[in-house]
T-cell receptor
Framework: AQRVTQPEKLLSVFKGAPVELKCNYS??????LFWYVQYSRQRLQLLLR??SRESIKGFTADLNKGETSFHLKKPFAQEEDSAMYYC???????????FGTGTRLTVIP | KAGVTQTPRYLIKTRGQQVTLSCSPI?????VSWYQQTPGQGLQFLFE???????NKGNFPGRFSGRQFSNSRSEMNVSTLELGDSALYLC?????????????FGSGTRLTVV
């Protein structure tokens, strides 16, 4: 069965420090993986998806099939990055997202 | 263009009642999904519709149902409400037939069952 694990519920880093939000998944097929972010009092929004290999707001995430991970990284954290981050998996062609439990990132000024 | 619109924003119902929530997807998006968000269980998939057909269903009891209209608008219904149904219900729409393009979420309907 598919599963998405975000081991850290809370993560605090200082402004300018690197940040890494961990995400591990369990799925026997080829997954489609996403990171969603929810800023305070805003709706859940797509941050990035692995198929596009893009960098959004300085964040990147690489799919590592060997380690079944899709960690989110940013070299220099900014205060505006403080938010709730969710890793999500979509089974190929299934159109239903499995979400991790989320990591609340706080960037300390 | 307008985002995903969910109505109403807030609802208070009593146990045993039923409720209908509405979702208007982004224009041109034909896939609509519903999710339940609670502090204890997080975000859980309810069901997904594409071109008026339910293609996927999550692990929820039959009291939870939905439908999609020809204009892609969707409704979900919960019958015989229980206290545990109190949650934020999120709707998401997607352009593609498959979810690889990602989903755009609405602000949600917060349902409180008393």
């Amino acid at each position: 069965a598919q599963r998405v694990t975000q081991p850290e519920k809370l993560l605090s880093v200082f402004k300018g420090a690197p940040v890494e939000l961990k995400c591990n998944y369990s799925y026997s097929g080829s997954p489609e993986l996403f990171w969603y972010v929810q800023y305070s009092r805003q709706r859940l929004q797509l941050l990035l998806r692995h198929i596009s290999r893009e960098s959004i707001k300085g964040f990147t995430a690489d799919l590592n099939k060997g380690e079944t991970s899709f960690h989110l990284k940013k070299p220099f954290a900014q205060e505006e990055d403080s938010a709730m981050y969710y890793c999500a998996l979509d089974q190929t062609g299934a159109n239903n997202l499995f979400f991790g439990t989320g990591t609340r990132l706080t960037v300390i000024p | 263009k307008a985002g995903v619109t969910q109505t109403p924003r807030y609802l208070i119902k009593t146990r045993g009642q039923q409720v209908t929530l509405s979702c208007s997807p982004i224009s041109g998006h034909r896939s609509v999904s519903w999710y339940q968000q609670t502090p204890g269980q997080g975000l859980q998939f309810l069901f997904e519709y594409f071109s008026e057909t339910q293609r996927n269903k999550g692990n929820f009891p039959g009291r939870f149902s939905g439908r999609q209209f020809s204009n892609s608008r969707s409704e979900m219904n919960v019958s015989t409400l229980e206290l545990g149904d109190s949650a934020l219900y999120l709707c998401a729409s997607s352009l593609g037939q498959h979810g690889g393009l990602g989903y755009t979420f609405g602000s949600g309907t917060r349902l409180t069952v008393v």
